[in-house]
């Protein structure tokens, strides 16, 4: 049995300089595109690299998407950020930045590495969301803010033995979609960053600590009213020094 598995899963060989080859050919080639100004081409590469979700039959299609959707969201929102790049130097960081994800970040699976996995995700397809549809109509930006809240927080609650990841998820989504539908009334940005993308990271962060410092059984009472304080004290401010005139969309 150790031996198929390893033949299924192998680290070391052809197979895995052909696998760490791809995750360095890729982001070279998105970057090639993004220079020839074919945005669809490179955004078609990155749902591409994922063609495995559909090599199955069609009723596992959702749950390979879920789980899958962290890196799609990683990957898009790259691609946004090279297009939206003013120099050909920060498309090339961009660049690096996607084959590091690909190579050191994304095969990682302990916890503390899925739950950066989690929360980069939701941070950089929130970001890329608010900067390239800003503009739209608050029910899409909503539904967007939704889906990436979800599938952020069921990809964070996949290390954790959660019996109720799913219903967590869906509140999550909720909360944060109920706060999108206020705040993309007064969408505001720090450079290239929503409010609303700041919000959303200072509560997950903290939220995903607590929840993970109870799951380890390292939560006291201490350090859950000290974290609990350090959140709302930096949520107040970021909501008080705020510029709320002229920001209507």
Not at 43 to 66: G, Q, T
């Given at each position: ?67 899958n959707g962290i890196d799609l969201l ?55 969301l608010l900067l390239s549809f800003g ?115």
């Amino acid at each position: 049995m150790k031996q198929v598995i390893k033949k299924l899963k192998p680290k070391k060989g052809v197979a895995h300089v052909l696998h760490i080859g791809f995750n360095i050919v890729l982001p070279a080639l998105i970057y090639i595109f993004i220079r020839i100004d074919i945005v669809p081409l490179a955004l078609a590469l990155v749902l591409m690299s994922k063609w495995r979700m559909f090599a199955v039959k069609p009723r596992h299609w959702p749950a390979n998407i879920r789980a899958n959707g962290i890196d799609l969201l990683v990957g898009v929102s790259i691609v946004i950020f090279m297009a939206n790049s003013g120099t050909q130097l920060w498309q090339l960081i961009w660049a690096g930045v996607y084959a590091l994800w690909l190579l050191f970040i994304k095969p990682r699976s302990d916890v503390i590495s899925v739950s950066a996995q989690a929360l980069i995700g939701q941070f950089a397809g929130l970001t890329a969301l608010l900067l390239s549809f800003g503009g739209a109509p608050s029910v899409w930006l909503v539904v967007g803010v939704w889906a990436i809240a979800y599938v952020s927080a069921r990809h964070f609650l996949t290390s954790f033995d959660e019996p109720l990841s799913r219903l967590f998820a869906h509140i999550w989504a909720f909360n944060e979609a109920a706060l999108a539908w206020i705040l993309t009334h007064w969408l505001l940005f720090y450079g290239a960053i929503a409010q609303l993308t700041l919000l959303i990271s200072i509560i997950g962060f903290s939220l995903a600590t607590l929840y993970y410092l109870d799951e380890t059984d390292k939560l006291s009472a201490f350090y859950r009213r000290q974290i609990i304080f350090i959140m709302l004290t930096i949520v107040t401010i970021v909501i008080l020094l705020a510029d709320w005139q002229d920001k209507t969309i």
